[in-house]
């Protein structure tokens, strides 16, 4: 639940992320999470449940 208080934590790193966007490298991820800025740990979780 914290990252709900952090609504632009995004970690592009992450097994799950890396894996719904492949075969983007962890720089082209975050590069292209830009355009979810504010609001990139709901992406996070929407990503996640993607999987």
């Given amino acids: ?21 492949a075969p983007r490298t962890p720089k ?3 590069e292209y999470a830009r355009a979810w800025s504010l609001w990139r740990a709901y992406a996070s979780l929407n990503l996640w449940n993607i999987e």
């Fill in 28 to 30: 082209q991820i975050q």
């Fill in 1 to 21: 639940m914290g990252m709900m208080s952090w609504t632009d934590a995004f970690p592009a790193t992450d097994l799950g992320v890396k894996k719904v966007l």
